[in-house]
């Protein structure tokens, strides 16, 4: 054994960097709904960056460790206590046989990233460890389960420079790409989108984010469905956004104003329900030149 679970979260999850190469067959991508703190959990334990976390969504979750390991803990600031003793999160953190994790009440965003030194033993499906709900891959952690991994007797604990800590609001700007369909859209309809705030529904999960707000109308009903990528805005007949997240169906028919840089995406991952976003158009070549630069700093 190597964890115990006393008490499971509601959605914590396993998941790694997702699973590709398989959207022919329907299968979604999946993978860290926020990759920048899942990156830096596992670079806190010198793990590959892609490696397998757990993805906490909701607090309570309690695990009792039944061996030795270092561990880390990113992404949305909560209480974390070792042995009841409270502890920080953004830095690694040694625990032995017998003691105690618990995450509390969530402070600001919505998943926490747990690691642990050279990962949890999982069998792969498809390539991944992710899990994915709606085509039942991977794992859900439940009260009494066991997680495994090997015994690590460290010495050394790390934490995440304060300057590269993210602060996480309730208010976002989303930069976008126009899509090859932008011309369905009239100008009118663009200035709308680009010039008002929408609101996150509660149709927010792994798999999109619904927004509400100025209607925006296409000068089509739909498309052939077609492929369709991680970030993509979908503009249904009701005219309120869908932006497509890791979980989205691989096709879809409704025309696509756009698609979110997908960093922000990452941002938009810790959001609760009631924040508010807009956005911002970038061009592709800035959007590239964002995307070199954020993977870069994590594979140096």
């Not at 033993?121 to 439940?142: A, V």
């Amino acid at each position: 054994m190597s964890f115990k679970v006393l008490n499971s979260a509601f959605l914590t999850l396993i998941q790694d960097s997702g699973r590709f190469s398989y959207s022919h067959l329907g299968v979604t991508n999946s993978g860290f709904m926020d990759e920048y703190a899942a990156f830096a959990c596992n670079k806190l334990l010198d793990n590959d960056i892609k490696g397998n976390l757990l993805e906490i969504s909701f607090p309570n979750l309690h695990l009792e460790a039944t061996k030795d390991t270092t561990l880390a803990f990113t992404g949305a600031f909560c209480e974390l206590f070792i042995n009841d003793e409270q502890k920080n999160t953004w830095c690694s953190h040694q625990v032995k046989k017998g003691d105690s994790i618990r995450i509390g009440s969530f402070k600001s965003g919505q998943r926490v990233y747990l690691g642990v030194k050279n990962g949890f033993i999982l069998k792969k499906e498809f390539g991944s460890f992710s899990t994915t709900l709606k085509e039942g891959f991977g794992k859900i952690l439940e009260k009494n389960s066991i997680l495994d991994f090997e015994e690590f007797k460290g010495t050394k604990t790390k934490k995440w420079h304060k300057n590269y800590l993210p602060q996480y609001g309730n208010d976002l700007t989303l930069r976008v790409i126009l899509s090859y369909q932008e011309d369905t859209f009239s100008n009118e309809a663009k200035e709308l989108f680009f010039n008002n705030k929408y609101k996150i529904t509660s149709d927010f999960n792994r798999m999109a984010c619904k927004l509400d707000g100025k209607e925006i109308k296409s000068n089509i009903n739909g498309v052939i469905s077609e492929a369709i990528s991680y970030g993509s805005i979908q503009i249904p007949n009701d005219g309120k956004p869908i932006i497509l997240l890791k979980e989205a169906q691989t096709i879809g028919g409704y025309p696509k104003i756009g698609s979110v840089l997908s960093i922000d995406c990452f941002k938009l991952a810790q959001m609760k329900i009631g924040g508010t976003v807009n956005f911002k158009e970038i061009s592709i070549n800035q959007a590239q030149e964002k995307l070199k630069k954020f993977y870069s700093t994590f594979l140096s």
